[in-house]
Each structure stands twice: as structure tokens, then as C-alpha cells.
């Protein structure tokens, strides 16, 4: 059984005066959807969860230093093929910080990590399908270019994982997990834009990143 109490207050508020506000596109699809391409999971999902899992990744429960790194909100929509929304789903991200660590023991650069940056993070979708993280800018590490790794499940049923990449990036033409989406239709679903963050003072950037799942949960 999952532990939705992560939702903090002050993670609510933010991700859903954001979320709504940006997520919500009226209309309804005429045609259906392609689903996102599943991506591997990796060998980096955290093999000790953080004593914070709630949906910002810069401030580790009540500490008042951030993570390094450019601040990114990350939002999206968990779709069906036909455009309606999964509400209730379960979504997970974790991603390398700054350094190019993981919260995995086995990571590499482990010595240098951030120890500010939670590394992880879930959220569960409300009734448009909406979630939003505030996390860094994915950055390359060895072998990779800069990517999230995004887990959708319902319940005790894992539905999709995927990874979430960054438009623009040289690299990208060099990495064997994203070239693996031989077709350049489905993989371009998986690479985003990074934007600045409209009046933002401090350079934020925003990203979306709507998942449509190739089979809808029930209920």
C-alpha cells in the first residue's frame, strides 16, 4: 500500500494554483492519442527510498538550503488514448542531481552528491490528470544524455515508465536508451522543451511533459 500522506500542504497549494492554471486545455481529441513509448526503468530507482518523497526535490523536509542546479517545475497530465484524464495515479520521478548522482548507493560520483536534493519525488493526480514536481533541470552524466525518469502506477498496478529528455540537447543523438525509440514520431513525445519561467526573477524554467498511457486503469 502507498503512503499518500507525502502530499504536504504546501506542496498541494503550489502544485495546484501552477497546475490547473497551466495544465488545463479545453476541448475535446477528435482522434486518438499515441501512447508515450515506455522507457527502461535503469538501474538507479532508488534502492533505499529518501525520508522525503513529497513533490519538491530542491528542500528536504523542513531545511532551508536548496538544491544546486536550475530550478525546473515540471508539470504534465496523465492521459487514456482517447484524452481523458487518469486521475489517482501514482507518479514517481528520481533523477541525477547536479553532479550527476543518484540517491542509488551504487551510483556514480556518490562522493560528490547534493545532499540537499531529495532525488525522488510522487504525486498523486488529481481530476484532470494533473501532476507537478519542482525539481533541477536534468543535467549528462557518463554514458547519458540529461533525462527524469518517470514511473506512472494505479494502486498496486505499475501502468508505464518512461524518461522525460530535454529538447535541444546535442547529446540526445549520441544516447542508446532514447535512440532506442527507433521511430522519430515517438520519440520526439519524450523530448520537451526546458522554457524560462515567465517572470521569474531568479531564471526558473518550465517544462511539460503529458503522458498518455496505452491502457487506461479502471475505476
Given at each position: 500500500m502507498h503512503n499518500y500522506d507525502f502530499l504536504s500542504r504546501r506542496n498541494v497549494l503550489r502544485g495546484m494554483t501552477l497546475g490547473v492554471a497551466a495544465l488545463w486545455t479545453p476541448g475535446v481529441f477528435a482522434d486518438e492519442l499515441t501512447a508515450t513509448p515506455a522507457q527502461t526503468e535503469g538501474p538507479f530507482y532508488p534502492d533505499r527510498l529518501p525520508l522525503d518523497t513529497d513533490n519538491d526535490l530542491l528542500i528536504i523536509n523542513d531545511e532551508i538550503t536548496p538544491a544546486v542546479g536550475?530550478?525546473?517545475?515540471?508539470?504534465?497530465?496523465?492521459?487514456?488514448?482517447?484524452?481523458?484524464?487518469?486521475?489517482?495515479?501514482?507518479?514517481?520521478i528520481w533523477q541525477c542531481d547536479n553532479q550527476g548522482a543518484y540517491i542509488h548507493s551504487r551510483s556514480g560520483n556518490r562522493k560528490?552528491?547534493?545532499?540537499?536534493?531529495?532525488?525522488?519525488?510522487?504525486?498523486?493526480?488529481?481530476?484532470?490528470?494533473?501532476?507537478y514536481f519542482r525539481t533541477i533541470k536534468p543535467v549528462a552524466y557518463p554514458g547519458r544524455t540529461p533525462h527524469i525518469h518517470v514511473k506512472i502506477s494505479r494502486g498496486r498496478?505499475?501502468?508505464l515508465t518512461t524518461q522525460c529528455y530535454v529538447q535541444g540537447e546535442e547529446a540526445n543523438e549520441?544516447?542508446?536508451?532514447?535512440?532506442?525509440?527507433?521511430?522519430?514520431?515517438?520519440r520526439e513525445l519524450v523530448i520537451v522543451p526546458f522554457r524560462p519561467l515567465k517572470d521569474s526573477p531568479v531564471g526558473e524554467l518550465a517544462a511539460r511533459?503529458?503522458?498518455v498511457l496505452g491502457m487506461t486503469p479502471e475505476g
Amino acid at each position: 500500500m502507498h503512503n499518500y500522506d507525502f502530499l504536504s500542504r504546501r506542496n498541494v497549494l503550489r502544485g495546484m494554483t501552477l497546475g490547473v492554471a497551466a495544465l488545463w486545455t479545453p476541448g475535446v481529441f477528435a482522434d486518438e492519442l499515441t501512447a508515450t513509448p515506455a522507457q527502461t526503468e535503469g538501474p538507479f530507482y532508488p534502492d533505499r527510498l529518501p525520508l522525503d518523497t513529497d513533490n519538491d526535490l530542491l528542500i528536504i523536509n523542513d531545511e532551508i538550503t536548496p538544491a544546486v542546479g536550475e530550478v525546473t517545475h515540471l508539470t504534465g497530465r496523465i492521459l487514456g488514448l482517447s484524452g481523458e484524464p487518469v486521475r489517482n495515479a501514482l507518479v514517481e520521478i528520481w533523477q541525477c542531481d547536479n553532479q550527476g548522482a543518484y540517491i542509488h548507493s551504487r551510483s556514480g560520483n556518490r562522493k560528490n552528491r547534493d545532499g540537499n536534493f531529495q532525488g525522488y519525488g510522487r504525486f498523486l493526480t488529481g481530476s484532470a490528470g494533473e501532476y507537478y514536481f519542482r525539481t533541477i533541470k536534468p543535467v549528462a552524466y557518463p554514458g547519458r544524455t540529461p533525462h527524469i525518469h518517470v514511473k506512472i502506477s494505479r494502486g498496486r498496478k505499475e501502468l508505464l515508465t518512461t524518461q522525460c529528455y530535454v529538447q535541444g540537447e546535442e547529446a540526445n543523438e549520441r544516447d542508446g536508451v532514447l535512440k532506442g525509440i527507433r521511430d522519430d514520431k515517438l520519440r520526439e513525445l519524450v523530448i520537451v522543451p526546458f522554457r524560462p519561467l515567465k517572470d521569474s526573477p531568479v531564471g526558473e524554467l518550465a517544462a511539460r511533459f503529458d503522458v498518455v498511457l496505452g491502457m487506461t486503469p479502471e475505476g
